[in-house]
């Protein structure tokens, strides 16, 4: 078992929380706004940055989204969390529906070494509740929606963080690095 495994918890959300409109959009994650002392998100620093990833863990929802826009995570294993009968045409993706521990510890830490989970509101609150994730990495988008789906709704449980990076980006948006504290 590879010891320098993690599985990071990965969402974009509204300063208010918001991981989606009401009706399930998420056409507001891209920023508008200029902070011009911040980081210029370049195809460079996108390319490094998703090189660092080595197998993504999402929702049926997330997926069901993520197909509609455009993949985004090209070859790399994708996990799909799911109780649902759903298919793909794409040989790096794979459904599960048993035990997330299982899952996590036995079959996707063994094997990969950056672990990112990067949708579902309910999907967090399971990390998070049965410590199987190692961090968090938040990105604020500059506005305010109002209402919708939560990033976090009712945990349950109190989680002590570590703030161990901040990024701001010249669109705006700001990124904040949570070691979870077991």
């Not at 409109?21 to 390319?47: A, F, L, Q, R």
Request: hydrophobic share 40%; net charge negative.
């Amino acid at each position: 078992m590879m010891s320098e495994s993690k599985v990071t918890i990965h969402m974009v959300a509204s300063l208010d929380g918001f991981i989606a409109k009401k009706d399930g959009s998420v056409d507001w994650m891209h920023s508008t706004d200029s902070y011009e002392p911040g980081i210029e998100m370049t195809e460079k620093y996108i390319n490094e940055y998703l090189e660092s990833i080595h197998c993504y863990v999402m929702g049926a929802k997330t997926y069901e989204h993520a197909r509609a826009l455009g993949w985004p995570y090209g070859d790399k294993p994708v996990v799909v969390l799911t109780h649902k009968t759903l298919t793909s045409d794409k040989p790096n993706v794979s459904f599960y529906s048993g035990d997330l521990s299982e899952l996590v510890d036995r079959q996707l830490k063994p094997k990969y070494k950056n672990i990112w989970m990067v949708g579902g509101a309910e999907l967090t609150k399971a990390l998070i509740q049965q410590e199987l994730a190692d961090e968090i990495v938040f990105t604020m988008v500059p506005v305010l929606l109002g209402s919708g789906l939560l990033f976090f709704d009712t945990i349950g449980v109190e989680q002590k963080l570590h703030l161990k990076d901040v990024t701001a980006f010249k669109d705006g948006m700001v990124e904040l690095a949570y070691d979870i504290q077991h």
